[in-house]
Each structure stands twice: as structure tokens, then as C-alpha cells.
């Protein structure tokens, strides 16, 4: 069996996992970033390869703010800060 295998079959529980704690004891402090994130004048998303490519799926599907947020490529954050 190749790692990558053994990977996918983790998913299931690892899920199940991330949604316990999105649910349960780490709600606080998600809604607490979801409100500093409503209060943001400018946000910045942030990546590199498949993480830039994750940062355009959030963008396109969920309202961050009142305001467009920004999607930048790693590498090129130094010249716009």
C-alpha cells in the first residue's frame, strides 16, 4: 500500500475529526476570526501552489467582507506590503 493510499483512506476519520472541533470547542474561535475578518479593511489570501489555488476556490465561494479580498502569490507579498 503507498502512503498516498494510505492518505486517502485516513480522510473519513480526519473529517470527522476537523468537524468535531469546527462544531464543538473550536466554534469560539472561529467566529471570533469570522468577525476580525468582517472588520478587516484589506485581506489579503495568501499562497503558493495548490494553497494559492485553495485561496481562489475560498475567494470565489465565500463573502469574506464587505470589501473584495486580495489573492497573492506567496513570493510576491514582500512587494505589495
Same mark, same amino acid.
Given at each position: 500500500?503507498?502512503? !498516498?493510499?494510505?492518505?486517502?483512506?485516513?480522510?473519513? #476519520?480526519?473529517?470527522?475529526? $476537523?468537524?468535531?472541533?469546527? +462544531?464543538?470547542?473550536?466554534?469560539?474561535?472561529?467566529?471570533?476570526?469570522?468577525?476580525? !475578518?468582517?472588520?478587516?479593511?484589506?485581506?489579503?489570501? #495568501?499562497?503558493?501552489?495548490? $494553497?494559492?489555488?485553495?485561496? +481562489?476556490?475560498?475567494?470565489?465561494?465565500?463573502?469574506?467582507?464587505?470589501?473584495?479580498?486580495?489573492?497573492?502569490?506567496?513570493?510576491?507579498?514582500?512587494?505589495?506590503?
Amino acid at each position: 500500500m503507498t502512503k !498516498l493510499f494510505e492518505d486517502i483512506l485516513k480522510e473519513p #476519520v480526519e473529517l470527522a475529526k $476537523s468537524l468535531t472541533h469546527t +462544531l464543538g470547542d473550536g466554534r469560539a474561535a472561529l467566529d471570533q476570526a469570522a468577525d476580525t !475578518l468582517r472588520k478587516a479593511q484589506h485581506i489579503y489570501v #495568501v499562497g503558493i501552489g495548490s $494553497s494559492y489555488s485553495a485561496g +481562489l476556490a475560498m475567494i470565489s465561494l465565500s463573502p469574506l467582507s464587505t470589501l473584495p479580498p486580495g489573492n497573492t502569490s506567496a513570493p510576491e507579498l514582500k512587494s505589495i506590503s
